[in-house]
């Protein structure tokens, strides 16, 4: 089993509906089960289309889905609760999000692995402290020391 976090948000319709059958939705889903869920709270939206504010939380989960079915399991919870893509960062019933995996890092077209950008966002790290602060130390450490890599030239050196 794979410890995962995943990230929820909604800002359409009746956010707390949208919020709390997503999390019905993730307890039935095969393999998996629900650790730890945040304090939901609300936030102002993000992005250049005008939209209300978010409802945001994270839960902790194990599952056994590898990383691709896991998403193909939150993008049909997102379906079935309405979600519909029309805008990038336009408004939304619901919004699942992978943040963590286990220990994997991936970086592909589909799905990258820790999220890119949760570490810039207080809507994520919030909740995420609540439930696992250290998994927010390790990944600002793991940032810090790429950052470092990169700047003095290391990484750059080691993939030649």
Same mark, same amino acid.
Request: aromatic share 4%.
């Given at each position: 089993?794979?410890?995962?976090?995943?990230?929820?948000?909604?800002? %359409?319709?009746?956010?707390?509906?949208?919020?709390n059958n997503a999390i019905k939705k993730i307890r039935a889903m095969p393999g998996t089960q629900i650790k730890?869920?945040?304090?939901?709270?609300?936030?102002?939206?993000?992005?250049?289309?005008? *939209?209300?504010?978010?409802?945001?939380?994270?839960?902790?989960?194990?599952?056994?889905?590898?990383?691709? *079915?896991?998403? *193909?399991? %939150?993008? +049909? /919870?997102?379906?079935? %609760?309405?979600?519909?893509?029309?805008?990038?960062?336009?408004?939304?019933?619901?919004? %699942?999000? /992978?943040?963590?995996? +286990? +220990? /994997?890092?991936?970086?592909?077209m589909a799905l990258s692995i820790p999220h890119p950008r949760m570490l810039e966002r207080d809507f994520v790290? #919030?909740?995420?402290?609540?439930?696992?602060?250290? /998994?927010?130390? #390790?990944? #600002?450490?793991?940032?810090?020391?790429?950052?470092?890599?990169?700047?003095? +030239?290391?990484?750059?050196?080691?993939?030649?």
């Amino acid at each position: 089993m794979a410890t995962c976090f995943i990230g929820m948000g909604s800002n %359409l319709g009746d956010r707390e509906y949208y919020i709390n059958n997503a999390i019905k939705k993730i307890r039935a889903m095969p393999g998996t089960q629900i650790k730890k869920i945040s304090r939901i709270i609300e936030s102002p939206p993000e992005g250049a289309s005008p *939209q209300g504010p978010y409802l945001n939380g994270v839960m902790e989960i194990e599952t056994t889905l590898r990383p691709y *079915q896991l998403l *193909q399991e %939150l993008q +049909g /919870i997102e379906s079935s %609760l309405g979600r519909v893509r029309t805008v990038k960062g336009g408004p939304r019933t619901i919004d %699942l999000d /992978i943040l963590t995996y +286990g +220990g /994997i890092r991936m970086n592909e077209m589909a799905l990258s692995i820790p999220h890119p950008r949760m570490l810039e966002r207080d809507f994520v790290l #919030k909740p995420l402290r609540e439930i696992a602060p250290e /998994i927010v130390r #390790k990944l #600002k450490k793991q940032k810090a020391t790429k950052k470092k890599w990169k700047s003095s +030239g290391i990484l750059k050196r080691c993939r030649q």
